[in-house]
């Protein structure tokens, strides 16, 4: 499979993987997924080159432990989770190191603590998922960590009669590599992704893969495995939506003709104005709530009133008019609306 598209926007898609959303020329909306993202930072390394290999699999070691150690705690203070069985951190031994954490060595300066005896030695460190990049950044970045004891098991002597009892669990302040300086760490491995692959936001990309099961409402949706950036002098016909939502306030209390700010779980959605441009074509639409049946304010129209001195090209009975009774079902029909209509923004 293959699609030029002009990109849109990227969204990341667990911790490896990321969509690119865009449009082709001729109208047809695109997400094509991105998958084996290795997100990364930048430390300074100040130990003999020789020893690199082995820091870097310690820190794997390591952050591996303090990454299952910190999930293996959330799940023994959750307690939606019932379970008869241990809650254990596995072993990493069946994996290579740099299947978690891997490096790239490059000579380089700290512009804020400039070295005039010359370049020092960085270490580019990739991860297997910007979870791992997420504890690796807590790992080296304080001097001590919080882990916790390999076995959580299930206490037996306790009568409670409920399922996911545990016992205590040991807590342990383990030390750390030290405090390093991160850098490039402030950058989304999204940004980082489209960076490394020298792809500009919103220029057009060409992309070939395979097909996939489907996880969005886009015309055209496959994993790719080959992407670049391509030349292409024209603009993808975008479907833009402006849209507008009122509500219907509450007086306050003891003052004339004030109000209240809305607030979404007190104060209901009485309209939603919204103008649709696709290409160089614009459509109206309205939703309005009516007013409760056999109220004298409920008063169901097929258009809009027309402006006696309209002051710019707005024209309200050229709107199309969706009326509800009920106002989920009338935000359930605007979100299907813009799903039908593939909005892109």
Not at 42 to 59: D, E
Not at 247 to 272: N, Q
Request: proline residues 5%.
């Amino acid at each position: 499979m293959e699609s030029t598209f002009q990109h849109l926007d990227t969204v990341p898609c667990g911790g490896n993987g990321l969509f690119l959303f865009g449009r082709q020329l001729n109208g047809e909306s695109v997400a094509i997924k991105v998958e084996n993202i290795r997100p990364h930072f930048c430390i300074q390394y100040t130990l003999a080159r020789n020893n690199i290999p082995s820091f870097v699999n310690s820190l794997a070691n390591n952050v591996w432990f303090y990454q299952r150690s910190c999930s293996a705690y959330k799940r023994f203070n959750d307690p939606t989770i019932k379970s008869d069985k241990a809650i254990t951190i596995p072993s990493r031994t069946d994996k290579p190191y740099n299947s978690y954490i891997d490096y790239e060595i490059f000579e380089g300066q700290d512009i804020v603590n400039y070295s005039e005896d010359g370049p020092g030695v960085f270490l580019k460190l990739s991860f297997d998922s910007s979870y791992t990049m997420y504890r690796a950044k807590q790992y080296l970045t304080n001097e001590y960590v919080t882990v916790y004891s390999d076995h959580i098991l299930k206490d037996p002597n306790k009568n409670t009669g409920k399922k996911g009892e545990f016992k205590d669990i040991i807590q342990v302040d383990e030390k750390t590599f030290g405090v390093h300086t991160l850098y490039n760490d402030h950058v989304d491995f999204t940004l980082q992704w489209l960076i490394d692959k020298n792809i500009y936001s919103c220029a057009f990309i060409k992309a070939s893969g395979h097909d996939k099961k489907k996880e969005t409402s886009c015309d055209i949706e496959f994993t790719a495995y080959q992407i670049e950036q391509v030349d292409v002098k024209d603009m993808a016909p975008w479907r833009i939506l402006s849209w507008d939502i009122e509500s219907v306030p509450r007086k306050i209390h003891g003052k004339k003709d004030k109000y209240l700010f809305p607030e979404p779980w007190k104060d209901s959605i009485c309209t939603i104005g919204a103008t649709l441009q696709i290409g160089n074509e614009t459509s109206l639409h309205t939703w309005i709530l009516n007013a409760p049946v056999n109220s004298v304010d409920r008063n169901k129209t097929e258009r809009l009133n027309k402006l006696d001195n309209p002051p710019d090209e707005y024209r309200p009975e050229e709107a199309e008019v969706y009326f509800f009774d009920s106002e989920l079902a009338m935000i359930n029909h605007f979100i299907k609306f813009i799903i039908e209509k593939d909005v892109d923004f």
